[in-house]
């Protein structure tokens, strides 16, 4: 048996999912599969023939009860409802740690909320959800993993006739924000929310108000999240409500991406027109999410709903602080700082500021500021960026600890390589064409983030101006 699955989300009433089988692809080929995670997963792997049928959605294993979840969610500020239109959740398993995951076959097959669409994902979007999940696992950020890619002879339509494939994804679950907003009723909530506090947040279990705790918990794990993403130049670019995680794990690999030269205004994704998920839009639209959360919570906080409305917002106004607070902790890290003082913030904000006016690279700046290098491109303004570094290394002369401590604090937090773009594009071009050894060669070093390869130097370069990737598209 490759899974031991032990199913609670099914249990839940019926209006909270379909039972859905997948749809069976045709020759179904492993291309990917992790064996890292399925180490963690305990999982049991006889033979790779049945895995393949596995994965690929063509035979089910036993103890898979397999369903589609229901959701809703505000694409772009406007309401919609949703559900699993092309994922299908084969079941749920305990992890080495006795740690419930998801497992959920993505390009699986039409469900009954796949609405127009085929249920069906490319080849390409397999392959980049694939790596930018596990890059940014390697980053620690907290995120959605990828168990397998499985190609298949089947081809989708997305103007052209594309390649298509089929996702493992594993997840602490996969309840968003959306599957709050689905439920009008209050019963429903409560079961949803009960489910959620059990699975997610069991220490609240006996507080007075835990639904309102539930809330709480919920800004936290966001406000932790996207302080990672801030510090590490990632751009979601479709922060709707059904792509954000009750969990507090990075969730859909569309159109995201790295930023290479630092601005704050960075919008990659074709469809964000209005900038409104841009790299600095980030924890305002977190924040405007967790109040879409907290209004279909409303009916638990209290019976009265003004003051309801008041305990929630109170929940919400701590969104900011703490955001800022993860801020600029991870930042102290980056800049191998340990002690915590006022004008943290303002050196903070000077660095970034001074990158943007030199289009300076975000990754390699972080991480040549560790080699006290000059930190800005040739040719920059050296003035200010002088003036900043002085008072940096006058910081780090204040510190207790070692300068040899500080560099290798700065060194865990400021990778040498991240997934550009190119790079991404670039292997994903190739593995369509059936040369998977870019891709081979991406995902062996986005293992290893942090350790320096001087083989694998041209992996920190910039693209060329040919090379650049200026828009990213869903291209599901
Ligand atoms: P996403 O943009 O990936 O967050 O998806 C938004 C909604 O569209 C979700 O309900 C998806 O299940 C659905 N969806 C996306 N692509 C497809 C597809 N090819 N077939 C059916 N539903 C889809
Ligand atoms: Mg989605």
Same mark, same amino acid.
Request: proline residues 3%; hydrophobic residues 35%; glycine residues 6%.
């Given at each position: 048996?490759?899974?031991?699955?032990?199913?609670?989300?099914?249990?839940?009433?019926?209006?909270? /999912?379909?039972?859905q089988l997948p749809s069976p692809v045709r020759e179904?080929?492993?291309?990917?599969?992790?064996?890292?995670?399925?180490? #963690?997963?305990?999982?049991?792997?006889?033979?790779?023939? #049945?895995?393949?049928?596995?994965?690929? !959605?063509?035979?089910? $294993? %036993?103890?898979?009860?397999?369903?589609?979840?229901?959701?809703?969610?505000?694409?772009?500020?406007?309401?919609?409802?949703?559900?699993?239109?092309? +994922?299908?959740?084969? !079941?749920?398993?305990?992890?080495?740690?006795?740690? *419930?995951?998801?497992?959920?076959?993505?390009?699986?097959?039409?469900?009954?909320?796949?609405?127009?669409?085929? !249920?069906?994902?490319?080849?390409?979007?397999?392959? *980049?959800?694939?790596?930018?999940s596990e890059s940014m696992y390697a980053l620690n950020?907290?995120?959605?993993?990828?168990?397998?890619?499985?190609?298949?002879?089947?081809?989708?339509?997305?103007?052209?006739?594309?390649?298509?494939?089929?996702?493992? *994804? =594993?997840?602490?679950?996969?309840?968003?924000?959306?599957?709050?907003?689905?439920?009008?009723?209050?019963?429903?909530?409560?079961?949803?929310?009960?489910?959620?506090?059990?699975?997610?947040? %069991?220490?609240?279990?006996?507080?007075?108000?835990?639904?309102?705790?539930?809330?709480?918990?919920?800004?936290?794990?966001?406000?932790?999240?996207?302080?990672?993403?801030?510090?590490?130049?990632?751009?979601?670019?479709?922060?709707?409500?059904?792509?954000?995680?009750? $969990? !507090?794990?990075?969730?859909? /690999? @569309?159109?995201?991406?790295?930023?290479?030269? /630092?601005?704050?205004?960075?919008?990659?994704?074709?469809?964000?027109?209005? @900038?409104?998920?841009?790299?600095?839009?980030?924890? @305002?639209?977190?924040?405007?999410?967790?109040?879409? &959360?907290?209004? %279909?919570?409303?009916?638990?906080?209290?019976?009265?709903?003004?003051?309801? &409305?008041?305990?929630?917002?109170?929940?919400?106004?701590?969104?900011?602080?703490?955001?800022?607070?993860?801020?600029?902790?991870?930042?102290?890290?980056?800049?191998?700082?340990?002690?915590?003082?006022?004008?943290?913030?303002?050196?903070?904000?000077?660095?970034?500021?001074?990158?943007?006016?030199?289009? +300076?690279?975000?990754?390699?700046?972080?991480?040549?500021?560790?080699?006290?290098?000059?930190?800005?491109?040739?040719?920059?303004?050296?003035?200010?960026?002088?003036?900043?570094?002085?008072?940096?290394?006058?910081?780090?002369?204040?510190?207790?600890?070692?300068?040899?401590?500080?560099?290798?604090?700065?060194?865990?937090?400021?990778?040498?390589?991240?997934?550009?773009?190119?790079? =991404?594009?670039?292997?994903?071009?190739?593995?369509?064409?059936?040369?998977?050894?870019?891709?081979?060669?991406?995902?062996?070093?986005?293992?290893?983030?942090?350790?320096?390869?001087?083989?694998?130097? #041209?992996?920190?370069?910039?693209?060329?101006?040919? #090379?650049? =990737?200026?828009?990213?598209?869903? @291209?599901?």
């Open positions: 048996m490759l899974f031991n699955f032990q199913n609670t989300y099914n249990k839940l009433p019926e209006i909270f /999912y379909s039972k179904p080929k492993l291309l990917y599969f992790n064996t890292d995670l399925a180490h #963690e997963l305990n999982l049991n792997i006889q033979n790779q023939e #049945e895995l393949t049928l596995i994965l690929s !959605g063509n035979k089910l $294993s %036993s103890g898979s009860e397999p369903i589609a979840q229901a959701y809703a969610g505000h694409q772009f500020g406007h309401f919609t409802i949703l559900g699993d239109g092309r +994922a299908i959740l084969l !079941g749920e398993i305990l992890d080495k740690n006795q740690k *419930r995951k998801d497992i959920q076959l993505k390009g699986s097959g039409k469900t009954t909320f796949s609405r127009g669409g085929d !249920g069906r994902a490319t080849l390409s979007s397999v392959l *980049r959800e694939y790596i930018i950020i907290p995120t959605t993993r990828s168990l397998a890619v499985i190609g298949t002879s089947d081809k989708v339509f997305r103007g052209d006739l594309l390649a298509s494939a089929v996702l493992t *994804r =594993v997840a602490d679950s996969h309840i968003r924000v959306g599957t709050f907003e689905y439920f009008e009723d209050t019963n429903s909530l409560k079961i949803l929310a009960d489910y959620v506090i059990e699975r997610h947040y %069991s220490h609240i279990q006996n507080t007075p108000n835990k639904y309102l705790e539930l809330l709480e918990n919920i800004i936290n794990a966001q406000a932790q999240l996207i302080a990672k993403w801030m510090n590490i130049g990632f751009v979601h670019g479709v922060m709707n409500t059904d792509n954000m995680t009750i $969990s !507090g794990e990075t969730i859909d /690999y @569309g159109p995201c991406a790295f930023i290479d030269e /630092y601005n704050p205004d960075t919008v990659f994704s074709f469809i964000d027109t209005n @900038g409104r998920y841009s790299f600095s839009n980030q924890a @305002g639209i977190a924040l405007w999410n967790l109040s879409r &959360l907290a209004e %279909s919570l409303l009916p638990l906080f209290d019976s009265e709903p003004a003051k309801a &409305l008041e305990q929630a917002k109170e929940k919400l106004y701590k969104f900011s602080e703490e955001f800022e607070f993860y801020w600029l902790n991870e930042f102290r890290n980056k800049l191998g700082l340990q002690e915590e003082i006022p004008e943290d913030h303002d050196l903070f904000r000077s660095l970034l500021d001074l990158m943007h006016k030199n289009k +300076a690279d975000f990754t390699n700046t972080f991480r040549n500021l560790s080699k006290f290098n000059n930190i800005f491109p040739e040719g920059c303004e050296t003035k200010n960026a002088d003036l900043w570094l002085a008072t940096w290394r006058a910081r780090l002369k204040q510190e207790k600890t070692s300068p040899q401590e500080q560099i290798n604090l700065m060194n865990k937090h400021n990778p040498v390589y991240i997934p550009r773009n190119h790079r =991404v594009e670039q292997a994903l071009l190739a593995a369509n064409q059936g040369d998977f050894s870019l891709f081979d060669k991406l995902l062996e070093i986005m293992k290893k983030p942090f350790s320096e390869n001087i083989i694998w130097q #041209e992996y920190t370069e910039l693209p060329s101006e040919n #090379e650049r =990737v200026k828009q990213t598209f869903c @291209g599901t």
